[in-house]
T-cell receptor
Framework: GAVVSQHPSWVICKSGTSVKIECRSLDFQATTMFWYRQFPKQSLMLMAT?????????EQGVEKDKFLINHASLTLSTLTVTSAHPEDSSFYICSASTANQPQHFGDGTRLSIL | RKEVEQDPGPFNVPEGATVAFNCTYSNSASQSFFWYRQDCRKEPKLLMSVYSSGNEDGRFTAQLNRASQYISLLIRDSKLSDSATYLC?????????????FGKGTRLSVIA
């Protein structure tokens, strides 16, 4: 089946650091990638939708200047959490899809900001 | 009110038991419906799609009632390996590249 690779899987860093998370579709070209976030005991919530070559669409309440998304190719999207603070600590997960395929999830990134 | 509501559980059941999970969704325009399984600190994995006619995959049976906006999942002959959180998921379009709307999940623990 389709494979989506997400890296890194776990990040611990100091408050104020910027963190970049990569999401790669390894065996198909993903026209759309989604970024979700899951706080403990909460549901996965969509943060943004990213289409290759265009600006990401952010969900209400998600700051686009804080969560920078780049989708420069059909196989790679990146999420950068700028100047991360403890309240940004969460489980971030990407998924990749095309119109004719269900979404395939990456393994997720557990972000802990001290 | 959340768009997808589930009983969070936990459901603690013995091996071999039958257990049923329910889910309601508020957006009547929802198009596609799924059950996902999520293990602790892992990504969600698609368990099965859900259709109005009902569908079965081995020990798992899913059912959709569009009129009541209600989705169910039945697990028969529970195994220890079924312990996980089960996520009810809907989408607003019948297309692969549409966002998934997740419920909070129902936690199942199968006990030996």
């Amino acid at each position: 089946g389709a494979v989506v690779s997400q890296h890194p899987s776990w990040v611990i860093c100091k408050s104020g650091t910027s963190v970049k998370i990569e999401c790669r579709s390894l065996d198909f070209q993903a026209t759309t990638m989604f970024w979700y976030r899951q706080f403990p005991k909460q549901s996965l919530m969509l943060m943004a939708t990213s289409n290759e070559g265009s600006k990401a669409t952010y969900e209400q309440g998600v700051e686009k200047d804080k969560f920078l998304i780049n989708h420069a190719s059909l196989t790679l999207s990146t999420l950068t959490v700028t100047s991360a603070h403890p309240e940004d600590s969460s489980f971030y997960i990407c998924s990749a899809s095309t119109a004719n395929q269900p979404q395939h999830f990456g393994d997720g990134t557990r972000l802990s900001i001290l | 009110r959340k768009e997808v509501e589930q009983d969070p559980g936990p459901f603690n059941v013995p091996e071999g038991a039958t257990v049923a999970f329910n889910c309601t969704y508020s957006n009547s325009a929802s198009q596609s419906f799924f059950w996902y399984r999520q293990d602790c600190r892992k990504e969600p994995k698609l368990l099965m799609s859900v259709y109005s006619s009902g569908n079965e995959d081995g020990r798992f049976t899913a059912q959709l009632n569009r009129a009541s906006q209600y989705i169910s999942l039945l697990i028969r002959d529970s195994k220890l390996s079924d312990s996980a959180t089960y996520l009810c998921v809907v989408t607003h379009r019948n297309s692969g590249n549409t966002p998934l709307v997740f419920g909070k999940g129902t936690r199942l623990s199968v006990i030996a």
